[in-house]
């Protein structure tokens, strides 16, 4: 068939069929935490992106320093040669990360990043294996998909997967003794270091601080203590996975922050470079240094325009009061909900920090009821999460402002009504 019959064959897309649908919307125009779609109708978008357009769409700064670089010249390889931006962003990296992490490698994706924390890890230490939590996400590459256990989904049909990760329980945020549920996930963490793989077998655990796509969950500070031990007594890294609770999502640069811990290693990306696919691995020089030269890269890793976009961000989100407002929002946003919540007992949790805030239903079939109704007649997009799909999930661009909170909150109201 030549070129011009398939384009005109008929109305089937030439997409491929491998990508599912929120919305069937398509959209010409981003402005801040507003898309417009072909029709000239406007969306309150709080999918972000999921959880990536940290400074709204089409920042003009970053949307300026894109466009500047892109004039200077679009890739530069960094085996190649180094261009002028990886450094001022590896500084600005190392000031803002935590602890003594100083040290940076670049690439384009979260799974990519995840994947070279776990091949770092094993460099460093030698060791083989791999622990991860239950519910966790960390990207759809072979291992990453070997490392995510949110959803059957993800996995499903790719077997045989790589071997040598092992899965950990992560503490119920819906048990009623969360002191209780903590030990018992950690007795089997002890369980799995007995009966699977030995300490000596083990290079890393990687955690999500705050669960992502397995539903908002943020991890107890006794839980994240617990392994923090774990991993000092028996030399095993702690990667936390940072992809999507990074970058001020939860109102704190990195959600580490918010129990004054240090990982050995760090993900970031997402909400890193506004959209711009960027992903950075943090960690300590003297870890760095058993990185074997030339034995991970990548063609475009430390892409100059995702360089200047991370840049940019970063300036946008350390300025005076930025993280106030994620702050405020995020409050103005769970006390609307636990409002609602105290209305509608279908509401089973409201948590999450900052502005990742998950509220917990009793039905998935109502959560999607809700988020339909939300994008119909609300004009808000909304996403869920969970492993059974019962957390509506709540990820607004950082730079949402009290109006466009209310707009949501009203816009779920109804939808709860409607649907009860
Ligand atoms: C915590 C976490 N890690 C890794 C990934 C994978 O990122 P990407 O989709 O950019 O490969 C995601 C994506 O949602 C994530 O949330």
């Known amino acids: 068939m030549s070129a011009i019959s398939k384009a005109t064959a008929g109305n089937e897309s030439h997409l491929s069929n491998v990508w599912f649908n929120v919305t069937p919307l398509e959209v010409i125009h981003g402005s801040g935490c507003w898309v417009t779609s072909v029709g000239g109708e406007e969306y309150l978008d709080f999918a972000a992106g999921i959880a990536v357009n940290s400074t709204g769409h089409a920042h003009p700064a970053v949307a300026a320093a894109i466009a500047d670089q892109a004039k200077r010249f679009i890739h530069a390889q960094v085996n190649v040669f180094r ?3 990886l450094e001022p962003l590896a ?3 190392a000031e803002l990360a935590p602890g003594r992490i100083d040290t940076f490698f670049f690439a384009n994706s979260g799974a990519e990043i995840t994947e070279a924390a776990v091949k770092l890890a094993k460099q460093a230490t030698k060791r083989p294996h791999i622990i991860v939590f239950g519910g966790s996400f ?5 291992m990453t998909m070997a490392m995510t256990t949110s959803k059957t989904g993800y996995r499903a049909g790719y077997a045989p997967l790589p071997s040598g990760v092992f899965v950990a329980p992560f503490p119920d945020p819906l048990a009623n003794d969360q002191a209780a549920e903590v030990a018992k996930a ?3 963490l002890d369980h799995i270091l007995k009966s699977l793989t030995s300490p000596e077998e083990t290079a890393a655990m990687i955690l999500e601080p705050v669960l992502g796509e397995g539903g908002y969950m943020q991890a107890p500070a006794a839980f994240i203590a617990g392994l923090a031990q774990r991993c000092r007594q028996h030399g095993i890294l702690f990667i936390a996975d940072e992809v999507q609770s990074g970058f001020g999502r939860t109102g704190k640069m990195f959600a580490v922050d918010h129990y004054g811990f240090e990982p050995d290693i760090i993900c970031m990306a997402k909400g890193i470079a506004s959209g711009f696919p960027f992903s950075a691995l943090g960690t300590r020089r003297e870890l760095d240094d058993k990185w074997p030269k030339g034995s991970h890269g990548g063609t475009y890793g430390g892409n100059a325009m995702g360089c200047a976009a991370a840049l940019a961000t970063i300036d946008i989100l350390t300025a005076p009061g930025f993280m106030d407002n994620v702050n405020a929002r995020g409050e103005q946003l769970r006390h609307g909900l636990r409002e ?4 509608y007992s279908t509401i089973t949790q409201v948590r999450g920090p900052g502005l990742m805030v998950g509220t917990e239903f009793d039905d998935p079939a109502r959560v999607s009821a809700i988020i339909k109704h ?11 999460a969970g492993t059974y799909g019962k957390c509506v999930r709540w990820m607004p661009p950082l730079v949402v402002n009290e109006r466009e909170i209310d707009l949501a909150l009203a816009a779920f109201g109804a939808a709860l009504k409607a649907t009860a």
């Open 83 to 85: 261009h002028d931006l």
């Open 138 to 142: 960390h990207g759809r590459t072979h």
């Open 340 to 343: 609602l919540q105290a209305e």
């Open 91 to 93: 500084t600005k990296l």
């Open 374 to 384: 939300c994008l119909e007649e609300g004009h808000l997009i909304l996403m869920n």
């Open 186 to 188: 950690l007795q089997g």
